[in-house]
């Protein structure tokens, strides 16, 4: 399974960014995807996450800007940044749990991250 994560760039304080993450290889199913986002110095930390149900949750520090929701694509996610703060300025990566055939593992697989910078 292979996670593409697009979408990151240079965005002012106050701005808007839309991630986007498409799964492909040999999918059996996915049964949640998330966002992680690792800022410089800091340790990994979980952004969101959306439920094949389509159940989603946020870190609590960032409910109100940030919405997680799943493309009209199968497998594919997005991520809505609003009124981006200094401080969200990381690399946001994309995972997915899931399995590749009815009777494997459920594992847990990362895409290579996408920077975001948000400064004046």
């Known amino acids: 399974v292979q996670l593409q994560a697009s979408g990151g760039g240079l965005v002012q304080p106050g701005g808007s960014l839309r991630l986007s993450c498409a799964a492909s290889g040999n999918i059996f199913s996915i049964y949640v995807m998330a966002w992680y986002r690792q800022a410089p110095g800091k340790q990994r930390e979980l952004v969101a996450t959306?439920?094949?149900?389509?159940?989603?949750s946020y870190a609590d520090s960032l409910k109100g800007r940030f919405t997680i929701s799943r493309g009209d694509a199968k497998n594919t996610v997005y991520l809505q940044m609003t009124s981006l703060k200094p401080e969200d300025t990381a690399v946001y990566y994309c995972?997915?749990?899931?399995?590749?055939?009815?009777?494997?593992?459920?594992?847990?697989?990362w895409g290579k991250g996408t920077l975001v910078t948000v400064s004046s």
């Open positions: 995972n997915a749990a899931g399995r590749t055939t009815a009777s494997s593992p459920i594992i847990s697989y």
């Open positions: 959306i439920r094949s149900g389509g159940t989603t």
